[in-house]
């Protein structure tokens, strides 16, 4: 029975000593994991403080530009940069949302480059496709009209594109008034085989469109826009048979019942002209 206690003593002995061997290897292999980790850490920062990561010059930035309208010289005119500056203290998302508060761009994208140290910087620009005159009390105020019906100063857009040529296509009437159907109304009027030259929005109640067969009045804007710009291209065959000069407008309120009202030498509405005239 002695011979069995003894025992015991001897082998919980072996085990509290192989417990505390243990927890030693548990605290050496702690404390080298803090080392390696902070030595690390130090490492990276002794790194990112290099003078090798820093801006120091424009020409370290990349720009991609979609359409061209803006030259590489004047797009970095745009972004709000101090040289020479650390890469790693420069935040992408600032400059980005600074990029797109200019009425010229629409998106932007920023995003650092490490080797070699610089930015790549992807602009999508605002390319205008109409010019819009909005009437006030003592003015007219004049501005421009992307395809998503976005306004922009004209001034603006010149300053920053002083070559380029303005678009066409003019817009009369405020741009609250347009936006709400702008992007149909300008994907039907760009597509259509007759050319329009001006969209009168003035009255709310009867959109004006100003095309080489004349006057054509449209009424409200509604969902109907894009079978009324249809029922005008079917239509392009009058400027064959009539002078635009007798034609006063083409009334396309009702796209299933087109008609031509004459200028006062014909008074008289026309009768209804069929679609495949």
């Known amino acids: 029975m002695a011979g069995i206690i003894s025992v015991s003593r001897t082998d919980l002995a072996q085990r509290r000593q192989k417990l505390r061997r243990q927890r030693q290897m548990r605290i050496i292999q702690a404390i080298w994991r803090t080392f390696a980790i902070t030595g690390f850490a130090g490492g990276l920062l002794w790194v990112a403080v290099q003078p090798v990561w820093m801006l120091k010059a424009p020409k370290q930035i990349v720009m991609k530009l979609d359409n061209k309208l803006l030259s590489d010289k004047t797009a970095q005119s745009l972004l709000v940069l101090s040289y020479p500056q650390s890469l790693w203290r420069i935040e992408p998302s600032a400059i980005a949302n600074s990029l797109k508060k200019q009425p010229t ?112 009045h449209l009424g409200s804007p509604g969902p109907q826009l894009s079978e009324q710009i249809k029922v005008l291209a079917q239509m392009r065959s009058l400027a064959a048979k009539l002078n635009s000069s007798q034609i006063e407008y083409i009334d396309l309120k009702n796209p299933e019942f087109p008609l031509v009202q004459m200028n006062q030498k014909i008074p008289k509405l026309t009768p209804k002209i069929p679609k495949n005239i």
């Open 105 to 216: 761009i629409a998106q932007a994208h920023v995003k650092r480059r490490l080797f070699p140290p610089g930015l790549i910087i992807e602009i999508q620009e605002r390319v205008p496709v109409a010019v819009t005159q909005t009437p006030g009390n003592k003015k007219v105020t004049i501005g421009l009209l992307d395809a998503s019906g976005v306004w922009m100063p004209l001034e603006k857009y010149t300053s920053l594109n002083p070559t380029k040529k303005l678009p066409n296509l003019r817009v009369i009437s405020s741009p609250k008034q347009y936006c709400l159907y702008w992007t149909q109304l300008y994907q039907a009027v760009s597509q259509s085989p007759v050319k329009v030259m001006e969209i009168d929005c003035q009255n709310p109640t009867n959109l004006i469109l100003k095309t080489e067969l004349g006057n054509v």
